[in-house]
Every structure is written in C-alpha cells, then in structure tokens.
C-alpha cells in the first residue's frame, strides 16, 4: 500500500487505508474525538469509517452543509463552540471527513483552537484526496474573497481510502480530475500523457498516487509558499477571480470548474509571452476541452481584473502569474498586464 511521507506525517493511500487509521488511533491515545462532516459524508462515508475504527463510536460528530458557503466565519464559529461546550482539551483530535471544504475548514478550527490541536484528513472527494487534504494550507472565505483567512497547518496523517468516490457524483469527480491535469501540466510531462487518453474506467488509486506524489514533491520544498510551491497556482490566478465572482450566483462554478477555464485562459497567456509554442498551446487547449465541459464567460472584464488586483499574488499592482513553461514545467511570478490577460479571456471567449 503506498505511504507517502509528507511534512512530519503520512499519507496512506488504498484499501487498508481505514485499517491503517485504526490503528494509529489505537496507538495515539486521544483524549477526545471530533468528527467534522458535511451531510453527505455523514450519511456515505461515516458509517464505514465508525464500522472500521471502533473507537470512534463515541466521537462526537459535528455536521456541516454541503458546499462552499461553509467555508465561513459562521462555521468556524459553530466548530469552535461545539468544541468549546464538550470540552475539548490540547490532547483532542478532529477527523475531517470530506471534501476540500471539510479539510479547508477543520483543518483552519483545529488549528487556531486553543492555539492549535491535532487533526487529521480523511478526503472524501477526488478533490480533497489529489489536492486539498495534502500540504498544509487551511482557510475560510471571508469578505467575498476565497480564502482569505487561513493558517499553515500540518494534519497529524492523512488517510485516502479511494473506495469513498463511488458515492462522489460525477460532477465532482471531474471537479477533482482539474486539479489532476493541473499537476500533470506544470510537473510532469510524462504524467500528461497518460491523462490525455484518460479511459473512463481508469484507475483511480494510481491516478491519485501519481498526483499526491507529485504535489507533495513540491509543497516538501517550499512548505510556505515564498518560491517555488507557487507553480501549484496555476490557473488559478484566473481560476480564483472567476470562482469568487460567481459565488452565490445562478451560474456559480465548482473550485475545478473554474480552474480549468483558469488554467486555458493562462494556457493562452504563457503563449503570448512566449512560454508555450503554437503546438502546446492547441495540445493543452483541445485535452482540456475534451475531458472537461467549459462555457463562456460573460463576466466583464474590468471586474476581473479589479479582482485580481486584491489577489494574493498581485504585488504594487503588476498581476504575477504561474505559468506553463512548456508542459511538464512551470515558472512562477511571471509578469502579466491587463492586454495579456484581455487577449487570452478573448481567445477563451471565441473558441469556446
Ligand atoms: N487547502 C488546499 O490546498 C486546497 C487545494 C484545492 C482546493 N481547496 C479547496 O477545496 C474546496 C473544494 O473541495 P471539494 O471539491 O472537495 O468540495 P466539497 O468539500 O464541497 O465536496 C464536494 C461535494 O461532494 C460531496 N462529497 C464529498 N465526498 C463525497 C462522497 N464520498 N460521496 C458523495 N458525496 C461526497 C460533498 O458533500 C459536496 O457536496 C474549495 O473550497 C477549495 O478552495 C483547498
């Protein structure tokens, strides 16, 4: 079964993973359990969890809406209390079980309660498993803005148990699969090959195994996002500002959603500055059109980049950028302007 060592912790990939969970458990000696899921997780993935870790039966199980709009203040605030009224002490742990938004938001509770406990992932969605559950980065949504509050944290260990995706609904499984194709492009060129002719009955555990492995290389580098941790952005510079102007609307985008328009629209502005030839850019373009379904975007484009002037990664109002530098390397901080990013929503906007 594939172990793979992260930033003082592991992550156990396969069908022993929930075995392997139980055991560390056992061996932890916690004096508290707190189950974080949203209410899918509880009804699909909880049962399996508390049948094969029996000293979970008595966690206490805090359950969440599905979707993005928990990732709030409000959540945090509910985790926080529920902690709180059942005492929770330094030596309790919290089980994320779910998406990247259970991750995101436990992950941020746990470690900003009482200056920090314990936790650890148990992704539920491809997303988490490829993505989310891995590297330490926790936060909230605040102010509109996606994440923006949120801390550097190390879960205790990380156990992907790939059985949990046949409940997943498919729209999230392709959700997830963005993220995939995304490490492939900036780390992997090899890797990318495989994805372009992805069968539709492929296996997942090799796929997630690749993936994790692939991003973990990375975050082990630069834990803290000051160098080279930030090639994992691409696509989501764009990503981001589409993903929040739409959130709370009718045509609202999943995080993958929108990174994959991200990640064409940035395809298209590493051509223009010369990072990709004319031949990349049609390859990554017509993959991701195939395997994902993309529409247009009729958002003005003044809102964007106004948006992407509050972006992390904007500094004295030049847009830095990762981007491709051909496929299967990445650079980070290239330098964007406002035609740039004009001519590639242009370019995204006709060959839709
Ligand atoms: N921290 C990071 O490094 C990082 C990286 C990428 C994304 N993210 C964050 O992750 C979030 C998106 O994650 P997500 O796509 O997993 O969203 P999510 O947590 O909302 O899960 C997606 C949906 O799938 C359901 N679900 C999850 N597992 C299921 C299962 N096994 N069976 C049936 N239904 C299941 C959930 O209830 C939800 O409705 C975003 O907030 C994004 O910002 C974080």
Same mark, same amino acid.
């Given at each position: ?112 309660? @009482?200056? !920090? &406990? *314990? %936790?650890?992932?148990?992704?539920? #969605?491809?997303?988490?498993? /490829? ?5 330490? @980065?926790? !936060? &909230? *949504? %605040?102010?509109?803005?996606?994440? #923006?509050?949120?801390?550097? /944290? ?199």
């Amino acid at each position: 079964m594939p172990v793979i060592k992260s930033l003082g912790y592991n992550i156990t990939i396969g069908k022993d993973a929930l075995k392997k969970l139980s055991a560390f458990l056992k061996s932890a000696k916690y004096s508290s359990h707190f189950i974080i899921c949203d209410e899918n997780t509880i009804q699909f993935c909880l049962p399996t969890l508390i049948m094969t870790c029996p000293s979970l039966q008595e966690a206490e199980i805090i359950e969440l809406e599905s979707g993005e709009e928990s990732k709030s203040l409000d959540f945090s605030a509910h985790i926080w209390q529920t902690l709180i009224e059942n005492k929770a002490d330094k030596n309790s742990l919290i089980i994320n079980l779910g998406g990247g938004v259970v991750s995101d938001l436990g992950g941020f509770c746990a470690s900003t309660y @009482k200056r !920090g &406990i *314990d %936790f650890i992932n148990i992704p539920t #969605s491809l997303l988490a498993m /490829a993505d989310a559950s891995v590297g330490g @980065k926790t !936060g &909230i *949504d %605040f102010a509109g803005l996606k994440n #923006s509050i949120g801390t550097f /944290a190390q879960p205790k260990a990380v156990f992907v148990y790939p059985d949990f995706l046949k409940t997943l609904p498919q729209r999230h499984y392709k959700n997830g699969l963005a993220e995939v194709f995304k490490i492939a492009l900036i780390s992997d060129k090899a890797f990318w090959g495989v994805l372009r002719n992805l069968r539709p009955d492929h296996n997942s555990e090799q796929l997630l195994t690749k993936s994790i492995t692939l991003k973990n290389k990375i975050v082990l580098k630069d834990p803290f996002d000051k160098g080279t941790r930030k090639i994992l952005n691409f696509g989501h510079t764009i990503g981001h500002a589409i993903e929040s102007l739409l959130l709370g609307t009718p045509n609202e985008l999943l995080h993958g959603e929108a990174i994959v328009i991200g990640m064409l629209v940035e395809t298209h502005i590493a051509f223009q500055k010369k990072l990709i030839s004319k031949k990349e850019l049609e390859e990554v373009t017509s993959t991701l059109k195939k395997t994902f379904e993309t529409t247009k975007i009729e958002l003005a484009l003044g809102t964007v980049l106004e948006l992407l002037k509050n972006d992390k990664k904007t500094s004295k109002n030049k847009f830095r950028f990762a981007l491709i530098n051909k496929i299967g390397t990445a650079k980070f901080d290239v330098e964007v302007n406002d035609t740039h990013v004009k001519k590639a929503f242009d370019h995204y906007n006709t060959s839709i």
